[in-house]
């Protein structure tokens, strides 16, 4: 098992930024790739940005040059930079974890339990 540990959320004014955090802790394989998701009452949750476990970064369209992913292997933690923030960015967000021991064996998935981020205009 893997716990997911996140953190950085809060109220923020269109234009400002945050950097939300998650921090991972448990039955942790070699091979890791860690995503933020975000989601909003009625709707699906959607990908936000992931980084592969060789460091390789993919953004949703609406966050391209907004959003910086990040990871510390040291401290098994990834972050989610969010800046020149708009009202359209609230949502809750969450950590995604995918971790497995080798390109051969089962991958594990694991969900953090959200954190809100509300940006008023």
């Known amino acids: 098992q893997v716990q997911l540990v996140e953190s950085g959320g809060g109220l923020m004014q269109a234009g400002g930024f945050l950097r939300l955090s998650c921090a991972a802790s448990?039955?942790?394989?070699?091979?890791?790739?860690m995503g933020w998701y975000r989601q909003t009452p009625g709707k699906q949750r959607e990908l936000v940005a992931v980084?592969?476990?060789?460091?390789?970064?993919n953004y949703a369209d609406d966050v391209e040059g907004r959003f910086t992913i990040s990871r510390d292997n040291s401290k098994n933690t990834v972050y989610l930079q969010m800046t020149s923030l708009k009202p359209e960015d609230t949502a809750a967000y969450y950590c995604?974890?995918?971790?497995?021991?080798?390109?051969?064996?089962?991958?594990?998935?694991?969900w953090g339990q959200g954190t809100q981020v509300t940006v008023s205009s």
């Open positions: 995604n974890w995918k971790t497995r021991a080798s390109i051969f064996t089962r991958e594990y998935e694991y």
């Open positions: 980084i592969s476990s060789g460091g390789s970064t």
């Open positions: 448990g039955r942790i394989f070699a091979i890791n790739a």
